[in-house]
């Protein structure tokens, strides 16, 4: 009604959830981000910045971690949309295969690269199931660490596993928001099921795309437990130096230089995802 005064309601619901992000997450974020600047008396320098730059592990760290965004991201979309169509389709059993579709949800990401190197080490399920069939007569060296193909392959399976849930959920939620007219317009005019994809799920879709882009993005920027569950020391991410830098050098202000290069990287790729993957309003509402 006019002149009737707004409801604070929303806001004293929106507060809890503020204030959490703001004391364990901004917070700790800026700071980090300051201590990024200092050296170790605590004056400001740039010292720590060049000190990453320089390191002898940081060109390989920063390749990694791109390449499995690269990598990943496509396939995880890829599977995940396959998963969606497939629950949205309202096939019979389509409910028992979004549990089985969401069990990785429930299983943290140090648990999740265990559970892979339990498969792809020498003596693992994998070998053992190939030298029972008689494929092989010899273990075969999947995690070589002479091989770094090998190992992002491998990086690759674990977290296409373990997180694709995520996105399979977002654009589930999105294509049951989409209205069932669109896809019966679609059937009256013989669209095929590539043709309702390309001309009614993926523009409707939007909206989820880019959410799903954008979360996945950032949490493959600060991918760590798997890789170092199967790589080891084979190989490096951004994250596993800050970790490096942090527990084994000591050196806190080198440590918060990596995690702000990830932040403002996450940063970066949130901005071109907006930006190359505009919403309409229409879309929105």
Request: charged share 15%.
């Amino acid at each position: 009604m006019r002149g009737q005064r707004p409801s604070w309601a929303p806001y004293a619901l929106l507060l809890p959830s503020l204030v959490f992000l703001a004391v364990f997450f901004a917070v700790p974020m800026v700071r980090a981000f300051g201590l990024a600047f200092q050296d170790a008396s605590g004056d400001w320098s740039l010292a720590s910045w060049e000190t990453m730059f320089g390191d002898a592990r940081f060109r390989e760290a920063l390749t990694t971690t791109l390449l499995l965004i690269v990598i990943i991201i496509p396939v995880q979309f890829a599977l995940a949309m396959a998963m969606a169509l497939v629950i949205n389709a309202r096939l019979k059993f389509s409910g028992l295969w979004l549990y089985i579709y969401a069990i990785p949800l429930g299983i943290s990401e140090l648990a999740s690269g265990i559970i892979w190197y339990a498969i792809f080490t020498q003596q693992g399920w994998l070998n053992s199931i190939l030298g029972d069939l008689g494929i092989l007569d010899r273990p075969f060296i999947f995690l070589n660490y002479q091989e770094p193909a090998w190992l992002i392959f491998v990086i690759v399976l674990a977290e296409a596993w373990r997180a694709t849930s995520i996105i399979m959920i977002i654009l589930v939620a999105g294509l049951q928001g989409i209205p069932r007219d669109y896809f019966e317009a679609a059937d009256v005019f013989g669209a095929t099921a590539w043709q309702k994809v390309r001309r009614v799920i993926l523009p409707m879709l939007r909206p989820s795309v880019q959410v799903a882009l954008i979360l996945r993005t950032i949490l493959a920027f600060q991918a760590f437990g798997v890789v170092l569950a199967l790589a080891g020391s084979g190989t490096t991410v951004l994250s596993a130096e800050a970790y490096r830098w942090y527990y084994d050098i000591r050196d806190s202000s080198v440590a918060a230089a990596y995690a702000s290069l990830i932040l403002l990287l996450s940063i970066v790729s949130t901005v071109l995802i907006l930006v190359l993957l505009p919403v309409r309003e229409e879309q929105m509402g």
